[in-house]
T-cell receptor, first 110, second 114 residues
Framework: QKEVEQDPGPLSVPEGAIVSLNCTYS??????FMWYRQYSRKGPELLMY????GNKEDGRFTAQVDKSSKYISLFIRDSQPSDSATYLC??????????FGAGTRLTVKP | DSGVTQTPKHLITATGQRVTLRCSPR?????VYWYQQSLDQGLQFLIQ???????AKGNILERFSAQQFPDLHSELNLSSLELGDSALYFC?????????????FGPGTRLTVL
């Protein structure tokens, strides 16, 4: 079993839809939770960064962490075609070893 | 543009060969991280250097090695290449040495081993 599990999709939604992306993890020592966005043929870029449990909102994006369930989510409101990308969850362990999910490929259709 | 540069963009080589990938971090960043991204394994952390010293090691094969030079650029050396080493190799940089620091990724080097 991988430390970080993420449904690879693909996920296809119409423009304007609310998108929910999720990851589960097994290592209870994870404290920091990140979401990266990776466009085709590009390097990942940090989208959201949360510490411990709770919600964090940034524009149309909301990151949610539920440490009791070892479950994190990224919500995208009013999704746009420009949101079409692969979204990766990531968590650094105590040894600076960043563990990534497999990535969910999202397509937002106009 | 993240400010991290990687060369070359593409590399095609044969099994058994050795290649060197180069990374220049963002101005002022002291840490460089190397990652491998393949379809079957996803994005995997290989190694981190901080200000010239190895800081953390991930799933890096013994055939692979890296170093960070005094000007803070880094090189990843891959030797005795196998077909399975074909992948995208990313370099990332951050200001500090903690794994929780924001990492900025370069555009990657696509390695094809024939």
């Amino acid at each position: 079993q991988k430390e970080v599990e993420q449904d690879p999709g693909p996920l296809s939604v119409p423009e304007g839809a609310i998108v929910s992306l999720n990851c589960t993890y097994s290592n209870s020592a994870f404290q920091y939770f990140m979401w990266y966005r990776q466009y085709s043929r590009k390097g990942p870029e940090l989208l959201m960064y949360t510490y411990s449990s709770g919600n964090k909102e940034d524009g149309r994006f909301t990151a949610q962490v539920d440490k009791s369930s070892k479950y994190i989510s990224l919500f995208i409101r009013d999704s746009q075609p420009s949101d079409s990308a692969t979204y990766l969850c990531a968590m650094p362990n105590n040894n600076n070893d960043m563990r990534f999910g497999a990535g969910t490929r999202l397509t937002v259709k106009p | 543009d993240s400010g991290v540069t990687q060369t070359p963009k593409h590399l095609i080589t044969a099994t058994g060969q050795r290649v060197t990938l180069r990374c220049s971090p963002r101005s002022g960043d002291l840490s460089v991280y190397w990652y491998q991204q393949s379809l079957d394994q996803g994005l995997q952390f290989l190694i981190q250097y901080y200000n010239g010293e190895e800081r953390a090691k991930g799933n890096i094969l013994e055939r692979f090695s890296a170093q960070q030079f005094p000007d803070l650029h880094s090189e990843l050396n891959l030797s005795s290449l196998e077909l399975g080493d074909s992948a995208l190799y990313f370099c990332a940089s951050s200001g500090g040495g903690a794994g929780t620091d924001t990492q900025y990724f370069g555009p990657g080097t696509r390695l094809t081993v024939l």
